[in-house]
């Protein structure tokens, strides 16, 4: 593989999400109000990792989750990757500056009203981690290979308004990846397929399907 995972990122809003397209028609909120979600790849043990979060037990919402460090747009925030860096830096205390972010991918809506935008992310280093017990129980890492290949996925019913559809889940060790934080991985495993579909053989290894 000789093209660098950041050329991925830099394009990858370029691609589509079947079923990011599906789950957003069918939730098809009427009012929304705006997060952002750091898609936080790192450079841990010799490989690519994705760094998640476990909600804290004294949260009152999604209580012991699993999800991608971010929240709720702010009016002092300049954009949408300010949003998301600095609600990494509250969660987990990694600085904004340690990051190479990358255009947005597309929004997805979610049951509590949200319209979140995922900001993809590169840090060469392993950063120190240091959470905000208040909002953060664990951080953990899953390798960038694992979430990317399509077979590692399961499918679990959504149901919303009378209405069912299969969503994906990411078993991983002990964790249950699932909701909001499992498609949009998801949807970024759909683009790479797709990415390495459009550059030259030779250039990049295609992902398994």
């Known amino acids: 593989m000789t093209r660098p995972l950041s050329d991925f990122l830099l394009r990858a809003h370029e691609f589509d999400s079947r079923t990011q397209n599906l789950r957003n028609r069918f939730l098809n909120p ?31 919402r999604h209580t012991g989750q699993i999800s991608l460090a971010g929240g709720r747009y702010e009016p ?8 998301a860096l600095r609600e ?27 319209e979140v935008h995922p900001i993809p992310a590169l840090c060469t280093d392993n950063p120190r981690i240091q959470t905000n017990p208040d909002e953060v129980a664990e951080v953990f890492y899953v390798p960038f290979d694992f979430a990317m290949n399509l077979r590692h996925y399961e499918m679990r019913a959504l149901q919303h308004q009378g209405k069912t559809i299969a969503m994906p889940t990411l078993p991983f ?14 949807g970024l495993a759909e683009r790479y397929r797709q990415y390495c579909d459009a550059v030259p053989k030779h250039t990049f290894r295609r992902p398994e399907t």
């Open 173 to 186: 060790q002990h964790y249950d990846i699932w909701g909001l934080t499992a498609v949009i991985l998801y």
């Open 88 to 114: 990494t830096h509250e969660e987990v205390g990694i600085l904004p500056q340690a990051w190479q972010t990358f255009p947005a991918l597309p929004p997805h809506y979610t049951l509590s009203g949200y």
């Open 76 to 83: 002092q925030d300049i954009d949408l990757t300010q949003t």
């Open 30 to 60: 009427a009012e929304y109000k705006v997060a952002a979600v750091l898609l936080a790849v790192i450079k841990k043990d010799h490989q690519w990792q994705i760094l998640f979060t476990r909600r804290s037990g004294s949260l009152r």
